[in-house]
């Protein structure tokens, strides 16, 4: 086959090129595919779509004789997929349709990411019949647009991300088993359940008392624990082997695939490695799912497989520069290695400060450039990811379930639904996860079978709670008094703290489940049940002597006993322990020695005074008291955390950031709605100004009035305020008049007084002040006399205006 070199110039190639050239009308008669031809029309897309250029048409040629020599020399070989027909109806040489695209989004700048992103955000069009290539192959826009794509145009899409991310990636066109080709996962495992179990795998990370605690083991009961899990494990391999087996598929090796192959020596690639485009996932180049190969291409060049694929793929060797192996389409042009040690060798010399002089080779033909436009995606399809915002996956015995953020008014982003059968119809347990809760929700799995419903917060809701189940509660470090853990049930209440300064740690309440409570406190108020012993252990408290250091304390309120444990003095194997005995009266007298019994390790120490004795059992008790309140506070709380769920349960809401795409629209409606709210008010404040009624429509339930009751009352309260308005004017009117009189008055009487003592100013300041205040008293006059003759005229025109009121008219007139 190497008349495809453009250096040959065969016959055949000459003619072919001859028909491609003049063969624009024929191209333009292939009409475009149904599924796009909906939307062509309010999509205009650019020229180079619509028809090829010179050197498109050119290598359009080539691949047609390549075809033709292909045909004649492996008779025996499906034909390549070199020149499909786009959206427009032309057809397009495969290489031209990859567009290498950089994103600015950083979960985009990896394969992973662009791999989970495109399998995510397409759904997939079977290839129909599933044995032939397709005849159609649409640009990176169009599918994006659309958001359906089949196998080969996942792998443009996935390719052409990659490529633009510097790795060295080809679409491999070639054949894959039938679940592979159907995205059929539901034999494999959910890769969810996998990292979920590599995380319970994974040591839990303990506190340093913890580490070195020495606590007793039973060795039966670990003996017993070892074997249920033996039996377990065991019970599910036997369970996988009773799993039937998938049935002989009578196509096997004949369905068509794409997939997308990533070669190592770019962006520290070690191993080549596959990657198929409709699961996001990588797999190793032997993996066994994958049967055979064709050729592989990038924006490049073209390579047909020579080699046997009789072992599938197992055997097949990826150096594309052996031409044995891989047959070109375009000799001699520069590869994709090339090309970097090309850029590397530029590097080099510019640091060296030397000028790289290009070697002079024979100029060959290379590769078109792409027709496609420029790859865009927006920061919205990252966050809706699935095609309508939301993706369904059966795996073996689960359904996983898909969300984007913001889909769902209760913040559910992924639920995993977990089944006893492979047909998925015995439902056991259901895990979900969420997002943008004011209520800090992350996880919530509810058991089916047991009913039993367990929660996981993030840090910062109510109460620090972090974890709550049936009985099982934990906090964050952040509380006050240090609870991290919290067991409760009717019979028992287990607490664990830490940090705090008194070194308590671990808190374990019994109840006494003899004693019957009444009916109306079995479930409003438990705490009432009495109880039975308290048990508190303590850390080590350094600043205090062992044998005087608390380590363990019990309270047997039904013996009336307090037993004291102190720590372990160092070269010591047995602990100082005392028991102390309540009196039964609360008078001080009737504590006694012999009410403390005891053993101290040092025979040397002295014993305690009864005082001293006497002080430590009030101490107790009074811890014992506090000890109690804490109890029930803690029984309290539990009542109030549960109260808080159910509410919240109720009234979810959703806090948006600014920094999504989502989060922005929430933000601009809700300034639209205040915006809208403020017009409003400012309108209906103009209104109240003018509407002399405004301040009397709102005392009604309705603003428009349907009654004669309503119109009557509305017209004596208006007539009834104007009066009271008047009113109070002539009041304030009449006290101004009264109080410049009153001052005149004074003044005067003062002046009569001390007339003959007053000097020539003072007798002239007296005049001017007169003046002023006989001036003020008849303004006041006047005023009051116009207000008076003005009032009943403004009266009769209200009256009138009200009665005229097209709102009060119909109703006043009957």
């Known amino acids: 086959m190497s008349s495809a070199d453009e250096g040959t110039g065969t016959p055949v190639e000459s003619s072919a090129e001859e028909q491609v050239g003049s063969g624009d009308e024929q191209l333009e008669e292939v009409s475009p595919v149904p599924a796009l031809s909906g939307f062509l029309p309010s999509l205009p897309l650019p020229e180079s779509y619509r028809q090829n250029s010179v050197e498109e048409v050119r290598v359009l040629a080539i691949a047609d004789n390549f075809q033709c020599q292909y045909r004649l020399l492996c008779p025996e070989r499906k034909p390549l997929l070199l020149c499909p027909i786009n959206e427009c109806g032309v057809q397009k040489f495969v290489s031209t349709t990859l567009r290498p695209t950089m994103t600015s989004h950083p979960e985009l700048l990896n394969w992973d990411g662009c791999a989970s992103f495109v399998a995510d955000f397409l759904s997939l069009n079977p290839l129909e019949p599933p044995v032939e290539l397709p005849r159609f192959l649409f640009s990176a826009t169009s599918v994006l647009r659309s958001q359906t794509a089949t196998c080969f145009e996942y792998a443009t ?17 070639g054949y894959a088993s039938k679940e592979m080709c159907q995205l059929d996962q539901r034999r494999q495992e959910c890769p969810i359940q996998g990292a979920q179990a590599k995380e319970s795998d994974m040591p839990a990370e303990s506190e340093p008392w913890q580490r070195f605690q020495r606590e007793p083991k039973s060795r039966f009961l670990t003996r017993q624990a070892k074997k249920k899990q033996e039996e377990a494990e065991a019970q599910a391999k036997q369970q996988e082997q009773e799993i039937p087996e998938a049935p002989a598929d009578p196509l096997r090796g004949l369905r068509v695939h794409c997939w997308v192959l990533v070669l190592a020596g770019c962006r520290s690639v070690q191993e080549n490695f596959l990657i198929d485009p409709l699961t996001g996932r990588s797999y190793s180049t032997t993996y066994e799912h994958f049967l055979g190969v064709e050729s592989v291409w990038n924006n490049l060049n073209y390579y047909v497989n020579m080699q046997d694929c009789k072992n599938s793929c197992a055997d097949l060797v990826y150096d ?37 002089v290009e070697e002079e080779e024979e100029r060959v033909f290379q590769m078109p450039r792409t027709w496609v436009t420029s790859i865009y995606i927006s920061k919205e399809d990252l966050e809706t990811r699935w095609p309508g915002g939301w993706k369904m996956i059966r795996y073996k015995k689960v359904e996983l ?26 439902l056991m347990t259901v895990k979900e996860w969420y997002q943008n809760r004011n209520d800090h929700l992350k996880e919530r799995e509810v058991n089916k079978v047991t009913g039993i419903t367990t929660e996981r917060f993030t840090p910062g809701r109510h109460f620090h709670l972090l974890y709550g189940g049936e009985h099982e509660m934990e906090f964050s470090g952040a509380r006050v008094d240090g609870l ?38 079995i479930s409003t108020e438990p705490e009432e049940r009495p109880l039975l012993k308290v048990l508190e252990r303590f850390h080590r408290n350094p600043r205090k002597d062992a044998n005087d250091d608390v380590a363990e304390r019990v309270f047997v309120a039904s013996q009336r006993r307090i037993d004291v444990k102190y720590h372990l003095e160092e070269n010591r194997f047995v602990p100082c322990m005392r028991t102390f005995t309540k009196p039964l009266g609360p008078r001080d007298s009737e504590f006694r020695a012999d009410m403390v019994t005891g053993f101290h390790v040092d025979p040397d120490q002295k014993p305690l005074k009864t005082l001293a004795l ?65 017009a409003e008010e400012q309108r209906w404040l103009l209104e109240k100004d003018t509407d002399f009624l405004a301040s009397f429509l709102i005392g009604l339930r309705d603003i428009e009035i349907t009654s004669a009751e309503d119109a009557q009352r509305l017209y004596e309260d208006s007539l009834t305020n104007f009066n009271e308005q008047i009113n109070a004017q002539t009041r304030l ?22 007339q003959q003592d007053m000097s020539h100013q003072e007798t002239k300041e007296y005049q001017a002040y007169c003046a002023q205040h006989t001036f003020q008293i008849h303004i006041a006059e006047k005023r009051l006399s116009m207000h008076k003759r003005s009032a009943a005229q403004k009266y009769r025109a209200l009256d009138q205006r009200l009665k005229q009121d097209p709102r009060l008219a119909p109703f006043l007139l009957n």
Not at 328 to 341: A, C, D, E, W
Not at 503 to 515: A, K
Not at 646 to 669: C, M, N, R, V, Y
């Open 157 to 173: 899409v996935l390719c052409s991300l990659l490529l633009g991310a510097n790795y060295d990636a080809y679409c491999v066109s």
């Open 614 to 678: 006497y002080e430590l059992l009030s101490d107790l008790v009074k811890a014992e008291q506090e000890v109690d309140l804490q109890i029930k506070s803690s029984k309290k709380e539990v009542r109030d955390i549960v109260a808080c769920r159910e509410q919240e349960e109720i009234d979810i809401l959703l806090h948006f950031s600014p920094w999504t795409a989502t989060g922005i629209a929430k933000a601009h409606s809700l300034r639209e709605e205040m915006e809208r709210v403020a």
């Open 484 to 521: 991290v853990r919290r067991w409760d049930t009717p019979e028992e209440m287990t607490e664990s703290f830490k940090g705090r300064e008194d070194f308590l740690y671990y808190r374990q309440v019994i109840f006494d489940c003899n004693v019957k409570l009444p009916e109306e406190h």
């Open 733 to 754: 009117i009449q006290e101004r008049h009264d109080q410049a009189t009153k001052a005149l008055q004074t003044i005067q009487e003062h002046y009569q007084e001390t």
């Open 401 to 426: 379930e898909m969300f984007a953020p913001y889909l769902r008014m209760d913040g559910l982003v992924t639920r995993l639904s977990t089944y006893k059968d492979l047909d998925c119809t015995e």
């Open 320 to 356: 594309l520069h052996d031409i044995k192996m891989w047959e070109p389409v375009l000799f001699g042009v520069t590869s994709k290695r090339q090309l970097s040690i090309e850029v590397l060798k530029r590097k080099e010399m510019k640091m060296m400060g030397m000028t790289f």
